[in-house]
């Protein structure tokens, strides 16, 4: 019966199995277009390992519904635990504490050579306004790994400022000017190794999210910041003291307007 169906749909060369059915065509031009034109080609059973078992996938890569349980079960039961948290180790999270320590303190320091050079008996605006400055993107940065902090899961603990042990900067054979100026490019050097270190503590973590917040979010300026303070150093011990400091000064006001 199998060979009355075969002959009357006019089919030739399909194979079942091993066994290919051959019915002769009376006319050429009476075969099917799609097997004239070698679309429809015999399928044969192939003897390849590897073929036949690539023909058991399913295709599913992803289960979310079954893998998710494993996930599912290590979110807390009470909102009184962070959510959002994991991956995170309690190291990387006393880091980002120390580090937003570091850039509050950074920013007092710079607010303590704002008030300088804002006094009447100094009259520097621009130096006061560079360190104003500097001062805002100290705490801005501090703020902003608070922000990090809470999206992680940590938790934010402030620790003390320190009280800045200088308030007068002028010094008799450099200037007020360049020993600021000095003490600032110390505190960008400084800075950066504590970001350095929070990098490798991330490192040694294997935090990557962490890592790539830092690369991205901090070191890429502060080498910038640094390069800029250094410039500001050398230019200083360019013009010495007096009248070199004023227009340096001026300078400053240039670029802040």
Do not use: W
């Not at 690539?54 to 009470?78: D, K, M, N, W, Y």
């Amino acid at each position: 019966m199998l060979l009355k169906a075969l002959r009357s749909s006019s089919l030739s060369g399909v194979v079942f199995a091993d066994h290919t059915v051959s019915v002769p065509y009376p006319n050429v031009s009476a075969r099917p277009a799609a097997l004239s034109y070698g679309l429809c080609r015999p399928i044969r059973a192939s003897a390849d390992p590897d073929v036949a078992q690539s023909s058991a996938l399913t295709g599913i890569v992803f289960r979310p519904f079954v893998e998710v349980q494993e996930q599912l079960v290590q979110v807390p039961p009470s909102s009184s635990q962070s959510l959002a948290r994991q991956r995170y180790s309690a190291a990387c999270e006393a880091a980002i504490n120390e580090q937003i320590n570091v850039e509050y303190n950074a920013s007092y320091a710079y607010h303590t050579l704002f008030a300088y050079f804002d006094r009447d008996n100094v009259a520097l605006p621009g130096l006061a306004h560079f360190f104003k400055s500097s001062s805002d993107e100290e705490r801005e940065h501090a703020e902003k790994l608070m922000k990090y902090q809470n999206t992680r899961g940590g938790r934010v603990q402030l620790q003390s400022i320190v009280m800045p042990t200088l308030t007068e900067f002028d010094d008799p054979e450099k200037g007020d000017a360049l020993s600021a100026m000095e003490l600032a490019l110390a505190l960008e050097r400084l800075v950066n190794e504590k970001l350095l270190k929070l990098h490798k503590t991330a490192s040694d973590e294997n935090d990557p999210q962490l890592t790539d917040f830092i690369e991205s979010e901090f070191l890429s300026q502060q080498v910038e910041d640094i390069k800029k303070v250094a410039s500001y150093v050398s230019q200083l011990r360019r013009v010495g003291k007096g009248h070199g400091v004023y227009h340096f000064d001026l300078q400053l006001q240039g670029e802040a307007a």
